[in-house]
């Protein structure tokens, strides 16, 4: 059973930075696809970045969004996966969450599964 837990999350200033793991149990190491979303209060759940068992990057965020400041990695052999967030903005706090797909990533949010429980992120002053 895959089991995903996200942690990191916390309450930062304007301007900071965070950096949110994933960590996944109870599936192959080189089988899935990680990717990282966001849902903030009163809004639809949206894709930050994804990253394949390859390697292979994909950045949902348009960029009038994300910027450049967000960056997914992972460990295979870890079975861990790391968003890095800079120059946070107000605009987003959001429970981050992260959850899988088989092998490559996709624009198809709902292939995803085994959604972790969320860590919430918070920008404010």
């Known amino acids: 059973q895959v089991q995903l837990v996200e942690s990191g999350g916390a309450l930062v200033q304007p301007g900071g930075s965070l950096k949110l793991t994933c960590t996944g149990s109870?599936?192959?190491?080189?089988?899935?696809?990680i990717g990282w979303f966001r849902q903030a209060p009163g809004k639809e759940r949206e894709g930050v970045a994804c990253?394949?068992?390859?390697?292979?990057?994909?950045?949902?965020l348009p960029f009038t969004k994300g910027k450049g400041r967000f960056t997914i990695s992972r460990d295979i052999a870890e079975n861990t996966a790391w968003l890095q967030m800079n120059s946070l903005e107000p605009e987003d706090t959001a429970i981050y969450y992260c959850a899988v797909r088989a092998r490559q990533c996709s624009w198809q949010f709902g292939e995803f599964h085994s959604w972790g429980q969320g860590t919430q992120v918070t920008v404010s002053s």
């Open positions: 109870g599936f192959s190491r080189d089988s899935y696809a």
């Open positions: 990253i394949s068992v390859g390697g292979d990057i994909t950045d949902f």
